[in-house]
Structure formats: structure tokens, C-alpha cells
């Protein structure tokens, strides 16, 4: 099951989706309990790459007012980066502060060895020794791995050794093992505007919702097709799902979406170069912004020089296109009039690259 909610307002968003699974019938209130969000590199959160505080923010908020006593935010950023820089550029520093928190810098921690699936890992000691670990990854693109959300986050709760290390042996591997031995309870995962090209953000694209689930291999094989991939074109997946980390997303999987009738529209204010060039074919009339993110992700997948051979016809999408009839190529349930439908509200990346795929 996947409960996904959209808006803009993220800490509160954050809250009733903790709600809307119960996640108090699985707390105790002397549970000693980790955050691990994605403090990759000292980027804020609205440039695409690190996850939202304000989203932690309702994760602390929810687990004070239960009780939760033991509560520490666990996160190392990428080799070559300081944490320390990337808590005070993302507003950590003021977050630890307000709520008393604790900061483990998974860098310095202590690590122990865990040998699986013939690999021998070292993993830090407070990320192991949780009761309660909630992983809050950003839903965005990777240069090497294509896709990087919940199974690829776990990568912070190792020192720069081991990533090192996991570069030399293939990264598909290893993050599929480090999942076989860190098991987090929950999954909270920021979709509000990562960047579909770069992890270390620059290009964001706003689509406005928050997803949370428990198994991290339904959740990314899921992901992976807003962002316009199979599951089976990430290696990762794949391997956890080889390992027993859990199951593929399929048609029989259930999604609740919570305030989809609130969904923000679409804003062009303030795109990268990148993702102006990507819009540049698309007529755009009232498009929810959830919908217009996955028609970029997908153009962004299928490369706009190839869309545009192929179409050379704009591309429709948003409420105003409802009992339209048009040539081309129309986005989501509204554009139903279109002569080739992605259908869905909103579709996924992978819905409309098979439409693209169907024009002729
Ligand atoms: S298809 Fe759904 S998500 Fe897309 S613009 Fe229409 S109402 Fe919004």
C-alpha cells in the first residue's frame, strides 16, 4: 500500500500522512527513533536535491506528540561535502535547535560489520541500534543509477570508506545488501520538486506531493515509473527484490491519494535552462502540477530532440483541455479529446512514454 498526499503545505501534509497509516500502533513511547533524510551536498531543499525540513518537521512534530522522547537525526552527506555545511544550508541547525534534537553525523560514527549476501559492509552503529528508523529520501534523478529514493538513501547511513568501497564494486550490489541489513519501519519520501537529471539538484520540478509506505522496493518500483523508468532498468531494484527486501509495484497495488482535489497547479516560475527547453512543446492549460512534473520527467527520459522528430506537434495537458478534441498527443484524463491519450490523473511517466511510442 502507498498513501501519496499533495499541496504545498509540507509539514502539515506530513502529518496527516502519518496519520492516514497509523504509525503510532507501531511506537512505543521509550523507542529510541532516527530520522534519516537526504542531506546529499549544502543545497537548500528548493533546488532539487535534499529533503524538505519542513517535512522532517512534521515527522517530530508527530512523534513528540506521541511521546517520543529518543528522537535523533541521523545523515551523512556525499564524499567531498561537509555535513555539518549541508545541516546550516538546509535549516537543520535551526530544526536540532527549536525541537532539542540530537545530530549524529554519519561520517563519525562508530561502524560495525555486517556480512550478507557475500559482501562484507560496514554500517553505522546509530542507524543499527534504532528502534524505530524512518527514511526520508527525495524522489529524484541519478547520473549513474537513474533513479535514487528509498533503497539508495540508506547509502548516508554509511561512512565515506564504504561508499568509496561501493563505487569499486558496482553500487547496484551493495545498496541492495545494505537493505538486506538496515530494515527502516517507515518510508517517507519528499516528491515536491527533486531534479529528474541531477542528484545534486539544480534542475527541481515542482510536483507537489509526499508519498509514505513501508516496503522500499514497491515504493522505488513505484517511483521509478513517475520518473519514467521500469523497475527493471534499475539494477537496484531489482537486486532487492532478488534478496527479499520486498515486492514490485503492480496493477493490484493499492494507492490512496489523499487531498487530490487540492492539487497546486502549474508554475513556470523560476525553471533551470534544462527544464525550459524540456517545456518549450508543451500547451499548458491549467495543469495540475503533479501531472505537468510527469510529463517533464518523461520528456526528460525520452529526450525532447526525439520527442520533437517524432511529434512535431505541442503536447496537451490541463483541466482547460476537458471535452476539447485535438491532434497529438494529450496528457492525463482531461485531454481524453486528444487523438493519443496518457491517460491516468495524473499519468505516469511511463503512461506517457508509451503513448509517445504509440504515435505514428
Ligand atoms: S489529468 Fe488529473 S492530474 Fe492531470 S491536469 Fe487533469 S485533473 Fe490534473
Given at each position: 500500500m502507498i498513501n501519496i498526499i499533495?499541496?504545498?503545505?509540507?509539514?502539515?501534509?506530513?502529518?496527516?500522512?502519518?496519520?492516514?497509516?497509523?504509525?503510532?500502533?507501531?511506537?512505543?513511547?521509550?523507542?529510541?527513533?532516527?530520522?534519516?533524510?537526504?542531506?546529499?551536498?549544502?543545497?537548500?531543499?528548493?533546488?532539487?536535491?535534499?529533503?524538505?525540513?519542513?517535512?522532517?518537521?512534521?515527522?517530530?512534530?508527530?512523534l513528540q506528540d506521541f511521546g517520543i522522547t529518543k528522537l535523533v537525526i541521523a545523515e551523512g552527506s556525499w564524499v567531498g561535502e561537509k555535513t555539518d555545511r549541508s545541516i546550516s544550508c538546509c535549516g537543520y541547525d535551526t530544526l536540532i535547535k527549536r525541537y532539542g534534537i540530537k545530530f549524529i553525523d554519519t561520517k563519525k560514527d562508530k561502524i560495525i560489520k555486517k556480512n550478507a549476501h557475500g559482501l562484507e559492509l560496514g554500517v553505522c552503529v546509530t542507524i543499527l541500534e534504532s528502534d524505530f528508523l524512518i527514511n526520508v529520501p527525495v524522489l529524484k534523478g541519478h547520473c549513474q543509477t537513474k533513479i535514487t529514493c528509498c533503497l539508495k538513501n540508506l547509502k548516508g547511513?554509511?561512512?565515506?570508506?564504504?561508499?568509496?568501497?561501493?563505487?569499486?564494486?558496482?553500487?547496484?550490489?551493495?545498496?541492495?545488501?545494505?537493505?538486506?541489513?538496515?530494515k527502516p519501519n517507515l518510508h517517507v519520501i519528499d516528491g515536491i520538486c527533486g531534479d529528474p537529471t541531477f542528484e545534486e539538484g539544480g534542475n527541481p520540478v515542482a510536483a507537489n506531493r509526499i508519498l509514505i509506505g513501508s516496503d522500499p522496493v514497491l515504493l522505488d518500483s513505484y517511483c521509478a515509473r513517475l520518473l519514467g523508468y521500469l523497475p527493471e532498468e534499475i539494477e537496484y531494484i531489482r537486486c532487492a527484490k532478488e534478496y527479499g527486501v520486498g515486492n514490485l509495484y503492480n496493477s493490484n497495488t493499492k494507492i490512496y491519494e489523499l487531498q487530490k482535489e487540492n492539487r497546486p497547479k502549474v508554475s513556470n516560475q523560476n525553471q533551470s535552462r534544462i527544464v525550459k527547453e524540456l517545456t518549450q512543446l508543451i500547451d499548458e492549460r491549467n495543469a495540475?502540477?503533479?501531472?505537468?512534473?510527469?510529463?517533464?520527467?518523461?520528456?526528460?527520459?525520452?529526450?525532447?530532440?526525439?520527442?520533437?522528430?517524432?511529434?512535431?506537434?505541442?503536447?496537451?495537458?490541463?483541466?482547460?483541455f476537458r471535452n476539447v478534441k485535438s491532434a497529438g498527443i494529450g496528457i492525463g484524463d482531461c485531454t481524453k479529446g486528444c487523438e493519443y491519450n496518457a491517460a491516468g490523473c495524473p499519468p505516469s511517466a511511463i503512461d506517457i512514454i508509451n503513448a509517445v511510442d504509440r504515435f505514428k
Open positions: 499533495y499541496g504545498t503545505e509540507k509539514l502539515d501534509m506530513t502529518y496527516k500522512l502519518l496519520q492516514s497509516v497509523s504509525v503510532e500502533k507501531q511506537l512505543r513511547r521509550d523507542m529510541n527513533v532516527v530520522i534519516k533524510p537526504n542531506l546529499v551536498v549544502a543545497k537548500p531543499a528548493y533546488e532539487g536535491a535534499t529533503t524538505h525540513p519542513e517535512i522532517v518537521e512534521g515527522i517530530i512534530r508527530f547511513c554509511i561512512p565515506d570508506s564504504e561508499k568509496r568501497h561501493y563505487h569499486n564494486i558496482g553500487l547496484h550490489k551493495p545498496i541492495a545488501v545494505l537493505n538486506t541489513i538496515l495540475c502540477s503533479a501531472c505537468y512534473a510527469t510529463l517533464i520527467f518523461a520528456l526528460n527520459k525520452i529526450g525532447i530532440k526525439n520527442f520533437n522528430k517524432k511529434t512535431h506537434k505541442s503536447i496537451k495537458i490541463g483541466q482547460g
